[in-house]
């Protein structure tokens, strides 16, 4: 997936943990996204139309939350190979 700002995430340029929480950021703003995707909602009071309104705040809240979830799920395996990372330096 393309990212908004590719070095972020760039463990050659950052540590794992740095990129965890790059992650968690980005995570927040999308669910921001999903939430404030159903401002426009309002704006059916004034336009009518309150279906076509709807219907495109849901794509876009379903857009974000793709995101959301990817970031969970990739957030879950780097916490795993920072586990597997911080044993091996233990030994």
């Excluded at 908004?4 to 927040?28: G, R, V, Y």
């Excluded at 076509?52 to 849901?58: A, E, G, H, K, Y």
């Excluded at 920072?82 to 091996?88: A, D, F, Q």
Aim: with cysteine.
């Amino acid at each position: 997936m393309p990212t908004f700002d590719p070095d972020m995430f760039n463990p050659k340029i950052h540590t794992w943990d740095e990129i965890a929480q790059a992650m968690c950021q980005s995570e927040l703003v999308h669910e921001t996204n999903v939430v404030l995707s159903f401002i426009p909602v309002a704006a059916s009071v004034w336009f009518g139309a309150f279906w076509v309104f709807f219907i495109t705040s849901f794509l876009g809240a379903c857009f974000d939350l793709s995101f959301v979830i990817m970031q969970r799920y990739n957030r879950q395996r780097l916490m795993k190979l920072l586990e597997r990372e911080n044993k091996r330096n233990l030994l």
